[in-house]
């Protein structure tokens, strides 16, 4: 039998490839009167405003980093700029292959599954689409809890949901956000996955200098649940 009862993972770079934003941010922009550019650094630098859900719905979100890019778009440019936002998010999802066999195999060895992730708006009303989702018995996305990661309540909230213990948890991630000392301090056991597409992957407070245990494909984390201690 598994040491763990269930497995957390993040959403973007670790069930999906590494995420880079394609030119379908462009559209976006266009709609907003904004240079593609310009909209790009207010994104980065308001992420985790955006993903804590400070600002609203998406429409009233995406009004509030018009007004940190300087531009003032009619009612009608917003709310189709937020329906381009959604396909272009959409678009730079990539799961990862062997995403939807790793999660059907920690069913079958009887632990529960879930995801905590980072994320504003669009997340939330497309991961239903996806083939993981009826794998996963936990969504925790932080832009409806208001939290982001490292905060210990989206884990917390998670082992919650799942009626488990945080250390009977195996968290796994590519270490945005610190999110795997986040989930340590928790009472988790965390491991990181270091997948080479990772390389060029969007990422906000990457974690430097993680000593812990690691994994270079879902697959492994399959083959590795036996075999991690089941304290941090």
């Known amino acids: ?8 993972f993040d959403f973007f770079g670790t069930l999906t490839r590494g995420v880079q934003r394609s030119a379908a941010h462009q559209t976006t922009a266009d709609l907003l009167g904004c240079p593609a550019d310009t909209l790009a650094a207010v994104l980065d630098r308001t992420f985790y405003q955006r993903a804590s859900g400070e600002h609203g719905n998406a429409e009233a979100t995406l009004r509030w980093v018009c ?3 300087g531009v003032h778009p009619s009612d009608t440019a917003v709310r189709a ?9 959409r678009a730079d999802t990539r799961l990862r292959r062997d995403a939807v066999p790793a999660l059907a195999g920690l069913r079958r060895l009887g632990l529960r599954t879930g995801v905590i992730s980072d994320c504003t708006h669009e997340l939330p009303a497309f991961l239903p689409q996806l083939a993981v989702a009826p794998l996963l018995d936990v969504r925790i996305f932080s832009v409806q809890l208001g939290r982001c990661k490292p905060d210990a309540a989206l884990y917390l909230t998670a082992a919650q949901r799942l009626d488990v213990r945080p250390e009977d948890c195996l968290y796994v991630g590519d270490g945005g956000s610190r999110e795997l000392t986040g989930a340590q301090r928790a009472g988790m056991t965390a491991v990181r996955l270091t997948a080479p597409d990772l390389a060029g992957h969007l990422v906000f407070d990457a974690e430097e200098g993680w000593d812990g245990p690691v994994v270079e494909s879902l697959s492994e984390v399959v083959e590795l649940v036996d075999a991690l201690p089941a304290t941090c």
């Open 1 to 8: 039998m598994p040491t763990y009862q269930a497995v957390l």
């Open 67 to 69: 007004v940190q890019a």
């Open 81 to 89: 700029a937020v329906a381009a936002r959604h396909r272009a998010v």
